[in-house]
């Protein structure tokens, strides 16, 4: 059964970063939630959907980016909805650290990050404890989706997509959909991040949406990388 997917696309000055709204038979799940800043733009976007507090049935998240955690638990609380995302990234969800999910990073380079992301930190009101963790492979029927979670790590240790039965993936920041689209060059792992992108070429992806920019199919991606 193919499943519609409404692309979200919130725009921060010159950052755009894309949700992704799905029907599930009387509700809907959200994949990814935006800046904190973007708290009203997606409420009017759900809205438009008709999705409704009581009907927002699940919050997946890709990775524990603040541009994609932002509205979590203002959407949990609103909403009634619950949260799934791996466990690896629930450290940043809890504590506001976006280190935390990358390990791999040097330490001349933590040092800069820590510093830059003290202009843009996830505040005390906008963390939360997942309510549901996900790993790879796991069956997301049960939501009334008929999808799988891949586990997609290289941007973040925890970084997963949502690979529909229709053979469309939606791949949080693993790869961008730039004019051509491109792997992302914000990288923790080199190595996972390029066993993660074998991982989508053996998985026959069709269409890729991903976390920045417009969507692709997988072929196209293929041809340039």
């Given amino acids: 059964m193919t499943q519609e997917i409404t692309i979200i696309s919130l725009k921060f000055w010159f950052v755009s970063v894309n949700c992704y709204l799905i029907k599930v038979g009387d509700g809907y799940i959200l994949i990814d939630t935006g800046f904190s800043l973007h708290k009203r733009g997606i409420e009017r976007e759900l809205n438009n959907a008709g999705c409704?507090?009581?009907?927002?049935?699940?919050?997946?998240?890709?990775?524990?980016?603040?541009?994609?955690?932002?509205?979590?638990?203002?959407?949990?609380?609103?909403?009634?909805?619950?949260?799934?995302?791996?466990?690896?990234?629930?450290?940043?969800?809890?504590?506001?650290?976006?280190?935390?999910?990358?390990?791999?990073?040097?330490?001349?380079?933590?040092?800069?990050?820590?510093?830059?992301?003290?202009y843009l930190p996830i505040g005390k009101s906008k963390r939360f404890k997942p309510d549901i963790y996900l790993d790879d492979g796991q069956d997301l029927s049960e939501y009334?989706?008929?999808?799988?979670?891949?586990?997609?790590?290289?941007?973040?240790?925890?970084?997963?997509?949502?690979?529909?039965?229709?053979?469309?993936?939606?791949?949080?920041d693993l790869l961008l959909g730039n004019k051509k689209p491109?792997?992302?060059?914000?990288?923790?792992?080199?190595?996972?991040?390029?066993?993660?992108?074998?991982?989508?070429?053996?998985?026959?992806?069709?269409?890729v949406y991903p976390g920045h920019g417009r969507a692709f199919t997988m072929g196209e991606f293929i041809r340039d990388y």
């Fill in 52 to 118: 409704k507090p009581g009907n927002l049935k699940l919050i997946i998240v890709t990775h524990a980016d603040f541009d994609h955690i932002g509205n979590c638990a203002y959407l949990r609380e609103k909403y009634g909805s619950r949260i799934a995302m791996h466990r690896d990234e629930s450290g940043v969800a809890e504590h506001g650290d976006m280190l935390g999910s990358r390990p791999g990073w040097p330490r001349p380079i933590r040092a800069y990050t820590r510093f830059i992301f003290l």
């Fill in 144 to 172: 009334g989706l008929d999808a799988r979670i891949v586990y997609l790590p290289g941007h973040t240790s925890g970084s997963i997509g949502v690979l529909t039965g229709g053979g469309d993936i939606i791949s949080g």
């Fill in 182 to 207: 491109k792997k992302n060059s914000l990288v923790d792992n080199a190595a996972e991040m390029n066993t993660s992108i074998e991982k989508l070429q053996n998985l026959g992806v069709r269409t």
